[in-house]
């Protein structure tokens, strides 16, 4: 089985441009959440999709959304960027949920917000 | 604020020596544990889960989870030096994952 995909690997942004990040999960997995990695903060959670779904959702700002199309990909947005919005953005998916059964991440997006 | 805390390391243990990491967390609420191992540049990789207390082995990798003490350790025995990585503990809490910040461990030749 293929494994997580993202798109695009690297991204270098000005600041108050909006970015779109895209993710495709393990085929056959229906659980794809979205988490921001920093050196300062680590792993953070940002959101989970179940059946196009936003079922569970972090501690960040509105300017972070995200969508689930009816093939499980998964799409999360960033609008007016901002310099500390430059990190490591992993997908990871699940068959079921991250909460009951184990991820799988993707190989990331690494944001670079100048 | 439901936390993960892990010592951020480095922690150095001679090639062939057990490993022990740690791990502690807030929740008591909490059914899932995970351990990840993270190379420098790379994605986290899930290397153990476990929901009950108690002992879980796998290959040269043992999970150990006391809930009363709101405790989850890693032993990895024989340590290689390509054991040398970052390791994440997570934990579910309120249908989450919250992971800690992890442990760099170094496995010295």
């Known amino acids: 089985k293929a494994g997580v995909t993202q798109t695009p690997r690297y991204l270098i942004k000005t600041r108050g441009q909006q970015v779109t990040l895209s993710c495709s999960p393990i085929?056959?997995?229906?659980?794809v959440s979205w988490y921001q990695q920093t050196p300062g903060q680590g792993l953070q959670f940002l959101f989970e999709?179940?059946?196009?779904?936003?079922?569970n959702k972090g501690n960040f700002p509105g300017r972070f959304s995200g969508r689930q199309f009816s093939n499980s990909r998964s799409e999360m947005n960033v609008s007016t960027l901002e310099l500390g919005d430059s990190a490591l953005y992993l997908c990871?998916?699940?068959?079921?949920?991250?909460?009951?059964?184990?991820?799988?991440f993707g190989p990331g997006t690494r944001l670079t917000v100048t | 604020q439901k936390e993960v805390e892990q010592n951020s390391g480095p922690l150095s243990v001679p090639e062939g020596a057990i490993a022990s990491l740690n791990c502690t967390y807030s929740?008591?609420?909490?059914?899932?544990f995970f351990w990840y191992r993270q190379y420098s540049g790379k994605s986290p990789e899930l290397i153990m889960f476990?929901?009950?207390?108690g002992d879980k082995e796998d290959g040269r990798f043992t999970a150990q989870l006391n809930k009363a003490s709101q405790y989850v350790s890693l032993l990895i025995r024989d340590s290689q030096p390509s054991d040398s990585a970052t390791y994440l503990c997570?934990?579910?809490?309120?249908?989450?994952?919250?992971f800690g910040k992890g442990t760099r461990l170094h496995i010295l030749p």
């Open positions: 929740d008591r609420g909490s059914q899932s």
């Open positions: 990871a998916s699940s068959p079921t949920g991250p909460y009951s059964y184990e991820q799988y």
């Open positions: 997570a934990v579910s809490a309120d249908d989450k994952i919250i």
């Open positions: 999709y179940f059946s196009e779904t936003q079922r």
């Open positions: 085929s056959g997995h229906r659980s």
């Open positions: 476990i929901y009950s207390n």
